[in-house]
């Protein structure tokens, strides 16, 4: 079972959008063992209220089965639990990031693909074509985990998509045009990159500036440079320049990372991210300035001052954890290896409260986020080539909360 932290000190940090999902990454240990253990238990009540190695083969994903739909089922609710309200689609290969538009429809990316789809408020399924074959994103390589990744709108449009190249992992940005992305232009590349271990979710922050994660690219050195982009959460303008204020003059938020999945804020600025271990302890953090979170010399709670400790850890079995969702009442967490979505309770001033587990029966999921009418969205990640998909996979679903 997870082992929650003491309670989140305040301190000078920024929130992310509500966000939450799971990735599954597969990896090598560090050259030399890292030390930490499991956050010790707190015990303060909440106010008011891959290497995770992956079991399975690392060969393609199956196919879909039938082209994306979508679809509702009957709710099967039951009072006080979470549960399935909806079928959002089915039938959606590698589907790896959600982002909602501000005309309410939602952009999925297709991770193995390259290709990006469109889900409107009437629950219709179409393609957003691009410039490359069969309207796919150009340039996109895929192997084991890497592709066409994170996508989110920027705060004056626009349609910024992390992908991975033969060459590197990068943030593109488009132009939306009906159902045409166009006028591509790079606004960051050089991102280290390897077949796992790639980073890849994006956000915009409240402050307006887009956050990048990234992950060690299987070196594990480059997660202590902080010349390095690899192994970080990145802050950047719309146009992919340093944003004012970053703690080193370049990029670089946070470093000491090993593979960020996820990321998201509360009102009050707090910013939270999901980050798999190697094969001890996955990891929910309070992302700080500046702050090192330790790998690869620290794998979970350690109680160095020169690191940040993780406010939640996870047996990597009971998590690999992908993207989020923030709320000021908790964090929601979607698990790969873990099958299920976890949440953690926030209190009023960042105290955090014993994780719950909720079992959905779908599998593998890769994300969860916010919806414009507040229920959670929650995508699975049955066809990654780990998974066991059933003839509906993968799924979007609409998930409700007591």
């Not at 954890?321 to 967490?333: F, K, Q, R």
Request: charged residues 25%.
């Amino acid at each position: 079972m997870p082992r929650p932290l003491r309670p989140v000190r305040p301190s000078w940090v920024l929130v992310v959008a509500a966000v939450i999902g799971t990735a599954s990454c597969s990896g090598s240990p560090a050259e030399e063992e890292p030390v930490g253990g499991p956050a010790p238990a707190h015990t303060d009540p909440v106010q008011n209220g891959d290497a995770n190695t992956d079991p399975g083969s690392a060969s393609a994903p199956a196919p879909a089965t039938d082209e994306p739909t979508g679809g509702t089922t009957e709710p099967r609710v039951e009072a006080g639990e979470v549960a399935v309200a909806e079928t959002i689609a089915t039938g959606l290969h590698t589907p790896w990031d959600v982002d909602f538009l501000a005309d309410g429809s939602a952009l999925v990316s297709l991770r193995d693909t390259g290709e990006v789809l469109r889900i409107t408020t009437d629950g219709e399924v179409s393609p957003v074509v691009a410039d490359g074959p069969d309207g796919a994103v150009p340039d996109v390589h895929h192997e084991t985990e890497d592709g066409l990744l994170g996508l989110a709108e920027g705060p004056e449009g626009g349609i910024y998509l992390y992908l991975t190249t033969s060459a590197d992992n990068r943030v593109v940005r488009y132009d939306l045009e009906g159902d045409t992305l166009v006028n591509p232009r790079v606004i960051l590349d050089g991102i280290p990159t390897e077949r796992t271990h790639s980073g890849g979710r994006l956000a915009f922050g409240p402050d307006g500036y887009l956050y990048i994660t990234t992950g060690d690219a299987r070196q594990t050195d480059l997660s202590q440079d902080t010349d390095s982009l690899a192994g970080k959460i990145l802050r950047v303008t719309t146009e992919g320049e340093p944003a004012p204020g970053n703690p080193f003059d370049n990029e670089v938020w946070s470093y000491g990372h090993r593979n960020v999945q996820g990321l998201g804020w509360t009102s009050d600025g707090r910013m939270y991210a999901s980050e798999f271990g190697s094969d001890k302890f996955d990891e929910l953090n309070l992302i700080e300035a500046g702050g090192n979170y330790g790998w690869p010399l620290i794998e979970g709670w350690a109680g160095d001052p020169d690191y940040v400790d993780p406010l939640v850890t996870w047996e990597t079995d009971e998590a690999s954890p992908s993207g989020i969702a923030v709320t000021d009442e908790g964090v929601w967490m979607s698990a790969l290896r873990g099958e299920r979505l976890w949440f953690v309770p926030l209190g009023p001033d960042g105290e955090v409260g014993d994780p719950v587990e909720h079992d959905l029966d779908l599998g593998r999921l890769r994300a969860v986020v916010t919806a414009p009418d507040g229920a959670l969205w929650v995508v699975t990640s049955n066809t990654d080539g780990r998974g066991d998909p059933s003839a509906d996979d993968d799924r979007i679903v609409r998930v409700v909360a007591p």
